[in-house]
Structures are given as C-alpha cells and as structure tokens.
C-alpha cells in the first residue's frame, strides 16, 4: 500500500472530491457517497503495486469504479425505498459555511467531502433523477453533468455506446417532462424573497397569506423515515399545505425558523434548543411556491450545523 510519502498518494487522493461529487448525484445520499468512495479506494489498494502502475489513468479507473458500485446501490436501493417508512427524499445539503462532519465532535469536514451546489443538485431536479432506472441515471449524470463520453460509459453499465446514448435520451425526455412549462426563471434573489415571505407567514400563522405564496396545485412531501413524526403521503393543494404548515408549530413547538442555503437554493432550517429537526427545500416558479420538501429524518440532516443566535458555524 502507498506512505504519506508515495508521490502518487496525492494524486489518487485528488480525485476524492470529484467521487464523492457523483455518488451524492446517483445517490442522492452523502453518506451512501462516502461509502461508495471508501469502497472505491479500497479496491484500487487491494491491487498489487504492479497493477497500478499498468492502470493509465488512475483518475478515470476510480470513476469506472465508484460508477459501478453505484450502479450497484441503485438497485438496491430501489427495493430499500419500498419498505422505507414515508415518502424518501433526497439528503439535503447546507451552504460551505453550514457544513459540519457528522463525526463526533463536530470536527470541521474536509473541503473533499463538501459537494459542489450547482443546479444539478437542487432538491427539484434530485427528486427527478430518482423517476430514472438506475442505468439512466448512471449514464446521464456521467454523460450530461461530468461529460464522460459513452465510449467509457458503456463499460460501466454493461451496455453498447449506441444503448447508453438512448438511456441518455431518455434521461433528459423525463428532465423535460417533469419540468414546468417554459417560463422566464426566476433570480435567486426572487426566490429568496419568497421564502422570506413564505417564513413570515408560517411564523405569523397567516393562513392566507401561505395560500397566495402557493402555488394552486402546489404539493408538499415530508421525510421521517419513520424516526420522527412526518406525513406519510404528499399533501396536494395550496389550502391543504398552508393548514398542515401552520399545524407543525404544534408538534414541534418553540421551533426557530432561519434563511438558509439548501442545495444550492433558498430554504429554511428550522430549529430547536440548537439541533436542526427539519430542512426545507423549494421548487419555485414564477411568482409562486409550486413544490416544498420538508426533511426532518436525522439521519439526513447530520451535516447541518447552527451556531449562537442563528448564527452560521464558520
């Protein structure tokens, strides 16, 4: 196995970043992503030194690697969500300032671990990816967001480069379908507004003033897990959502409500004696709040930190 003093050690250890950055986007789990690399590097150490030095590019050898083992998860985890208490939701992820390990202690994570927020891990476009078969999914998210071509793709799937390239197509037909008619999209400072309003509203238990922020067709999904109190179904319609909102102060009473970065967007944290007990994510079109995903399972939410007085942890 490599030292601290193998000039390759820094090499191979560079691309951890980029791994962990695709495993959270086929996964849609930083822990499972963690795994995943571990895993990865467990198998490129399990060769002989000969081995890999025959291996051109070691860069690309752990891609193909952490792909597969993916690939792998993804099928599992498909027969995993059925028996999953509730709706399941994608792990939501904090701004680099709200970042924290989820090792004992609250050590500062390493700058490897943290995930790029770009728009390919806002919770709306996740919760499409997770409408895809697992070989969709692998081949678009390696084609379309890491631009790997199909050549190397079809290697990871099993598949030809002409069958990847349709399970591509396919992938963005679903992206089209799923999305809101074309419409100017809006600023994040917009969207940043409406949550503010959105926040104040929930906070005044101004019934009427959430129904307008909504959109009419608007839906809102809880995760639990079954660790905590959540609603098992989606709940439909902006009157609906604007009652069940204002009726969580009751379950979780004494909640502080903050401004927060989810995925790269505009949510809210909502906390209580210092310990995060939901993240909330939003999907906004134009004027109005069309889908909002509330996570409240711990076991996603081990990355979010919150300082004194709301503050953020540096």
């Given at each position: 196995?490599s ?5 390759g050690?820094?090499?191979?250890m ?8 695709l495993g959270?986007?086929?996964l849609g789990?930083?822990?499972?992503a ?9 198998r ?19 891609t193909?690697?952490a792909?597969?083992v993916?690939?792998d998860?993804l099928g599992?985890?498909r027969?995993r969500?059925?028996?999953?208490v509730?709706?399941?939701?994608p ?8 970042w ?5 202690g ?9 995930v790029?927020?770009?728009?390919s891990v806002?919770?709306a ?6 409408s895809?078969?697992?070989a ?13 071509p199909?050549?190397?793709?079809a290697?990871?799937i ?9 399970l591509a ?7 089209h379908?799923a999305r ?13 507004a ?8 929930w ?11 909504l ?5 809102a999904?809880?995760d ?6 959540a609603?098992?179904?989606p709940?439909?319609?902006?009157t609906?959502i ?19 970065t989810?995925?790269g ?9 210092g ?5 909330v ?8 709040i069309r889908?909002?995903?509330?996570v409240?399972n711990?076991e996603?939410l081990?990355?979010w ?7 953020d942890t540096?």
């Amino acid at each position: 196995m490599s030292t601290p003093s193998d000039p390759g050690l820094s090499a191979i250890m560079s691309e951890r970043r980029q791994l962990i950055n695709l495993g959270y986007r086929l996964l849609g789990s930083l822990a499972e992503a963690e795994d995943v690399v571990q895993e990865t590097y467990a198998r490129w150490y399990a060769m002989s030194e000969e081995q890999r030095a025959r291996i051109e590019s070691p860069g690309a050898w752990l891609t193909r690697v952490a792909g597969r083992v993916c690939l792998d998860l993804l099928g599992s985890a498909r027969a995993r969500r059925e028996r999953y208490v509730g709706e399941w939701i994608p792990e939501p992820l904090p701004a680099r300032s709200e970042w924290i390990s989820g090792r004992p202690g609250g050590d500062t994570a390493d700058p490897a671990d943290r995930v790029t927020l770009d728009e390919s891990v806002n919770m709306a476009f996740l919760v499409i990816l997770e409408s895809m078969t697992p070989a969709e999914r692998v081949t678009f998210i390696l084609h379309d967001i890491f631009c790997h071509p199909f050549t190397e793709i079809a290697h990871i799937i099993g598949r030809t480069p002409a069958a990847c390239r349709q399970l591509a197509t396919s992938a963005r037909r679903r992206i089209h379908t799923a999305r809101a008619p074309a419409a100017p999209a809006p600023t994040l400072a917009h969207k940043a507004a409406l949550v503010r309003d959105f926040k104040h509203a929930w906070e005044a238990k101004d019934i009427n003033a959430l129904i307008n922020l909504l959109d009419p067709n608007a839906t809102a999904t809880a995760d639990g897990g079954g660790v905590v109190s959540a609603i098992l179904e989606p709940i439909e319609g902006a009157t609906e959502i604007a009652r069940y909102t204002i009726g969580i102060t009751a379950v979780v009473p004494e909640m502080t409500l903050l401004e927060r970065t989810v995925n790269g967007q505009p949510g809210l944290v909502g906390q209580r004696d210092g310990v995060t007990v939901v993240v909330v994510a939003f999907d906004i079109a134009g004027d109005r709040i069309r889908r909002i995903w509330g996570v409240r399972n711990p076991e996603k939410l081990r990355t979010w930190t919150l300082g004194p007085s709301g503050q953020d942890t540096p």
